[in-house]
């Protein structure tokens, strides 16, 4: 396998070290042809050099927005998180493919909507390896924190599966990065409380979309896995189901048939609660039962509108 020497490539990739006026980093990298990362794909990503594998990690990032899906999706993606789940990318590594999916993530400048989706994606996986096997302190895993719960709340692009362009579900991947935070016992329940909020701004958003490609059981895992840490009480989950069902700003949920606005958001809002209330039922958890039972409460007050 071609190799470039570890050193050019940190050099390349690592933040701050290349001059400002210089060309941004490539897609596919210097020295990996699109024959030969195939290949790396279909050997299951297996780099057996530790050093080349570290490197391509780090430049592998600059795919997260490429427009090919084979590149962006299957490759980048693909071969990050098998490093990541199986603990191949050592800790000076992790920490620098946090640092730039952290920048992709608050770079607003996405016209084609993929980089910052799937910087929100990788960075879930970042954000599991880390519960697993702690690498981060509190203040950098509260960066994450403020990017995932930022991200979430300002999603305006609803596109998921688009044919010949492949997956864009910024929603869904801005839950699954929310995911992997709430499960960590080293999150703190203030900023629990947070990634719920900004999980609740997506499950019925403004934006008259409807929901068909899977976020509403993406959303549900989050609130599911927090609802498990117990870390909240009763009283606490009560009231924010009774803000996600409630019909505002329509006047109330019979109203939802005179509008498409409305339905929209009548759709987004059952197809949660029963995402959720299917896991719940399914889970198995001591805390489960009383988590559907909330659900069905609240779909009652819907359907029975």
Do not use: K
């Not at 427009?67 to 191949?88: C, E, F, K, S, V």
């Not at 900004?198 to 959303?219: C, H, N, S």
């Not at 927090?226 to 189901?241: P, S, V």
């Not at 949660?272 to 958890?285: D, K, S």
Request: net charge neutral; aromatic share 6%; proline share 7%.
């Amino acid at each position: 396998m071609r190799r470039l020497p570890f050193a050019v490539l940190l050099l390349a990739l690592l933040p701050g070290a290349v001059p400002a006026a210089s060309a941004p980093p490539a897609c596919p990298p210097e020295g990996y042809p699109p024959a030969l990362l195939s290949f790396i794909q279909s050997q299951g990503f297996m780099v057996e050099d530790a050093r080349e594998r570290q490197g391509l990690a780090l430049a592998l990032l600059a795919c997260t927005g490429h427009p090919n899906p084979a590149l962006r999706d299957n490759l980048a993606y693909g071969a990050i998180a098998t490093w990541l789940r199986g603990g191949m990318l050592d800790a000076t590594t992790v920490r620098a493919v946090r640092d730039d999916l952290l920048a992709q993530l608050r770079d607003r400048r996405d016209p084609q909507g993929f980089r910052r989706s799937f910087a929100a994606l990788l960075l879930s996986e970042v954000a599991q390896a880390d519960h697993v096997a702690p690498l981060f302190d509190a203040a950098e895993r509260r960066a994450m924190v403020d990017a995932a719960v930022d991200w979430l709340t300002e999603v305006r692009d609803y596109r998921g599966f688009v044919t010949g362009e492949g997956w864009r579900h910024g929603v869904a991947h801005g839950a699954d990065l929310a995911l992997h935070l709430v499960m960590n016992d080293r999150v703190e329940v203030a900023d629990v409380e947070r990634l719920l909020a900004a999980v609740g701004a997506q499950v019925a958003p403004t934006a008259t979309v409807f929901y068909v490609q899977g976020e509403p059981e993406r959303l549900a895992r989050v609130v599911l896995r927090a609802h498990r840490r117990e870390i909240l009480d009763a009283g606490w989950w009560d009231r924010w189901i009774d803000r996600i069902a409630a019909p505002s700003p329509l006047p109330s949920w019979r109203a939802a048939f005179g509008s498409e606005p409305g339905l929209a958001r009548r759709h987004n809002v059952r197809a949660f609660l029963l995402a959720l209330a299917h896991l719940a039922r399914r889970g198995g958890e001591p805390g489960d039962a009383a988590l559907l039972a909330a659900c069905d409460r609240a779909l009652d007050r819907i359907d029975g509108a």
